[in-house]
């Protein structure tokens, strides 16, 4: 139950945030955002507010922000579909329902001869059945439509759809999520470092020395530095775990400068670990360094940096060696958050952190679908001097997202096997 709940805590706010960028960008640049969903599937819940419905969607595994004008809409008029119209005082439609499992008290029947939703704003039809008279309704700019699962959203006139913007708030929206995720990630750590009072140094100078432990007993104090394990300089944190891990209960040798500068050979054997035997201890943590307000957040973009790196670098090692074992999906992050739900809030924090510098740095790959593919059409566009035609923008777009529905399929198959097919 922790790891569902700690699961589904990291990738909601993630995905809350990065969504919630498209989303507050869109409304400044004019844009309407009809849908505002987290999750994916059927809907579980939706409240309407002004001109946007919002969504929690039965599978926590993505969101999305539907703006007007960005893709095939959820509902198609056509000649011959019976719909039922509610009106306002003034005879103007506010409301339009081709539902037929959705009953509106007050509403008027009408079978749809052509309309147009978009610029002329009307609906022409018979009306109560009666073929002998066609008449035509003007819609409001504002009406709402029911989709086919009961959903009710705002049409999409012209003027808000999401082409009519200018080019910069089109690109100002697509670059908001990612924006979002760095912002995300920054809080986070520097959150982190507030609670820490500090942070713990990747370096090979001692943390605390664990009372009993086979460092207490060989005489190493907290600031000695391990310069050497069996010959093999060492100079972070992690070469010094990496010289003692594999050599339970065999003899090694440790060149320590103390804190004087010092410098002594020690002979020490690692005892097996409580948690798992074949790796070995000695008994001390990481170096604590306290951190001044400024400092802390300063961590937090260094932080941040320093993830966007190690993600690049990533990148560059799957073009160079491609495996699927080097991707991870939702499945992978179900198994790190098992993880670290029992590591501690902060653990948790940290891991959010992380992902979120992930989930920015991965959609702004230039691939059609995602959002980094989006700024490449914005971007050809401003040097050409106009867009693509739509038709060409969506066929591309389409094959994007095909290509990364295969590629997710393939990576959430791959993880499945990894850690639940043995």
């Known amino acids: 139950m922790s790891t569902i709940v700690t699961f589904i805590f990291v990738f909601g706010i993630i995905v809350l945030v990065h969504e919630f960028g498209h ?33 929690i969607r039965m599978l926590p595994i993505g969101g999305y922000v539907r703006m007007a004008g960005e893709g095939e809409e959820e509902v198609e008029l056509a000649p011959g579909m019976p719909v039922s119209l509610v009106l306002d005082e003034n005879g103007v439609v506010v409301k339009i329902n081709p539902n037929k499992k959705v009953q509106l008290p007050n509403s008027i029947p009408v079978e749809v001869i052509k309309h147009d939703l978009v610029d002329d704003l009307y609906i022409t039809g018979f009306e109560n059945g009666d073929d002998s008279l066609e008449k035509r309704f003007t819609v409001a700019h504002d009406a709402t439509i029911i989709e086919e699962d009961g959903l009710e959203t705002q049409i999409a006139p ?21 924006m979002n995720n760095f912002i995300l990630s920054f809080i986070l750590f520097t959150i982190v470092a507030f609670m820490l009072g500090g942070i713990y140094q990747n370096s090979n100078t001692l943390g605390k020395i664990v009372e009993g432990s086979v460092a207490e007993k060989a005489g190493l104090v907290e600031g000695d530095k391990i310069v050497e394990i069996n ?12 010289g003692i891990m594999p050599n339970a209960n065999k003899e090694i040798t440790l060149l320590v400068k103390d804190t004087t500068g010092k410098e002594k050979e020690i002979t020490v054997t690692p005892e097996p670990a409580k948690d798992n035997p074949e790796q070995g201890v000695l008994g001390f943590g990481r170096e604590f360094k306290e ?7 300063k961590y937090g973009i ?21 495996s699927l074992n080097k991707l991870g999906g939702p499945v992978m992050i179900f198994k790190a958050s098992e993880a670290v739900s029992n590591s501690g809030f902060i653990a948790i924090l940290s891991f959010t952190a992380m992902l979120s510098v992930n989930l920015g740095i991965m959609n702004l790959i230039p691939i059609p679908g995602l959002d980094g593919g989006k700024l ?8 050409r001097g106009k867009p693509l035609s739509q038709e060409k923008e969506v066929m591309i777009t389409m094959i994007g997202v095909g290509i990364l529905l295969l590629l997710m399929i393939a990576v959430t198959w791959n993880d499945i096997q990894r850690f639940f097919i043995r």
Do not use: C, W
């Open 23 to 55: 989303f507050i960008f869109a409304k400044r640049g004019g844009i309407l955002v009809r849908e505002f969903a987290i999750g994916m599937g059927p809907k579980l819940f939706h409240h309407r507010k002004n001109e946007t419905t919002y969504t």
């Open 376 to 383: 490449a059409l914005n971007i050809f566009e401003g040097v």
């Open 291 to 297: 951190l001044t307000i400024l400092e802390k957040f």
């Open 231 to 242: 010959g093999k300089k060492t100079s972070t944190f992690e070469e010094v775990s990496a």
């Open 302 to 322: 260094t932080e941040t940096f320093a993830n966007s790196l190690m993600i690049f670098k990533a990148l560059g090692n799957l073009v160079t060696d491609f």
């Open 158 to 178: 012209r003027d808000v759809q999401f082409q009519s913007a200018s080019l910069g708030r089109r690109m100002m929206t697509n670059f908001a999520g990612p």
